[in-house]
């Protein structure tokens, strides 16, 4: 398994489809859509519908019964006007999401997910799924993996890189072999703040800027935390993640 | 002292040239170019001039006196036709470049010069003159550092990402504040590596493609010797770099 990170999508090469592309992707947005995502599947959410446009996501959501959907998103840390829920991982519990369809939409993650909806098996990540992914991985053993980190507003970020470091270092530490240098350097990252990962979200710029929001510290400590879930959010349809568990 | 580092040129704000513009730029390119600049200038060049086409390098070194010129440049690591030297940091020795001007083009780092040009301190960084820099620097403590990177064809490179790391550890030790997550990442990269900085470069793509090329290890010894050099190659004319020693 060769295994390269890229910092944002932009970063991704061209060659999605073709013989050097990726036979596995997977998206990182630690802070905080993947780990939402992450969280929403394991309380029994029906699905995740992820999208870029708003207007889009409205339109699409209309399509689907009031009683089964819920309207998620954020711009700029901020929920939307006439959605039901912001972008926090600690909000999306069973009372609320349990049977529901998701209807997301973010600042960067929705950008990732996009960018690689076209390869055969596509994957989101966050730390506190960070075992599970690795467990899928190992087993199915894609020959090629892409990671792909959200950043913030096309800019690299310290907090998904942190993720893609976390989950090389599992799948390093079973055989897999690191392809680029964006790897390296986050595992470097991950060896420097895996005894305390909620350090490095605070650390970092995105991080910051929560905090200047307001008191975001359950939303840190979910974010940070380690291998709790087992739950791997899948596309099975463009757009759509739904729950796998390993 | 805010510290920032910007991975390749793409990645550096429009901000050059106003209020939240830098106060000093020190350009990164660790395999091979501002570690051959700074031997060059150590063993007496009178000056390094540096050029993104080399058409632009060809006419405006004919202006020179031949006997007082030679020209340096590679692509994808290997020598250009008709040049004196390539791109490597132990041709430059005093016998060859004593009271020269060397015209040098190279793959990546002469766009990370470009970029920066107009602001006005500009530095060319690299692990033997990593201390010296950073004392340059405390010294005359520009409010905004921002580090550039070189990188290969547009993207990442690690061991860039390890000189910005080095010499950030060196600043934020006296006081500087760290600006971004990238200089975040680059100091986890150095603390990783810091006690086999060669080991680095060599595990690094670029170290890699050098490796294929054919046997580089006086290059990769010399790359990665740290804090051997007291001159800092400073910008003292549009694209021209000259020895100010600390």
Chains 1, 2 share one sequence.
């Not at 392809?179 to 986050?186: C, F, G, R, S, W």
């Not at 995105?206 to 359950?218: E, I, K």
Request: aromatic share 6%; hydrophobic share 45%; net charge negative.
């Amino acid at each position: 398994m060769q295994v390269s990170y890229f910092h944002v999508a932009a970063d991704v090469p061209d060659a999605i489809g073709s013989v050097e592309g990726p036979d596995a992707a997977v998206v990182i947005d630690v802070l905080r859509a993947t780990t939402t995502i992450a969280w929403a599947l394991h309380n029994g959410a029906e699905a995740v519908q992820a999208f870029a446009d708003l207007d889009e996501l409205r339109l699409q959501s209309r399509n689907w019964p009031e009683q089964t959907r819920l309207l998620l998103g954020e711009r700029g840390g901020r929920m939307l006007e006439g959605f039901d829920l912001g972008n926090s991982p600690v909000a999306v519990i069973p009372e609320v999401v349990q049977g529901k369809r998701l209807f997301m939409s973010t600042t960067n993650g929705t950008r990732a997910l996009q960018r690689v909806r076209d390869v055969s098996v596509v994957m989101t990540v966050a730390l506190p799924n960070r075992q599970a992914v690795a467990q899928r991985l190992l087993r199915d053993q894609p020959e090629r993996v892409w990671m792909v980190g959200s950043g913030w507003e096309g800019t690299y970020s310290l907090e998904d890189s942190l993720a893609a470091g976390a989950l090389a270092d599992a799948l390093v530490a079973a055989g897999a072999q690191v392809a680029n240098d964006e790897l390296q350097a986050a595992l470097a990252l991950w060896a420097q703040w895996k005894h305390d990962p909620e350090a490095c979200l605070r650390v970092a710029s995105h991080g910051q800027r929560l905090t200047r929001l307001g008191n975001h510290d359950a939303d840190f400590s979910c974010c940070a935390g380690l291998d709790q879930l087992s739950v791997v959010p899948t596309q099975t349809e463009p757009g759509v993640l739904r729950a796998i568990r390993v």
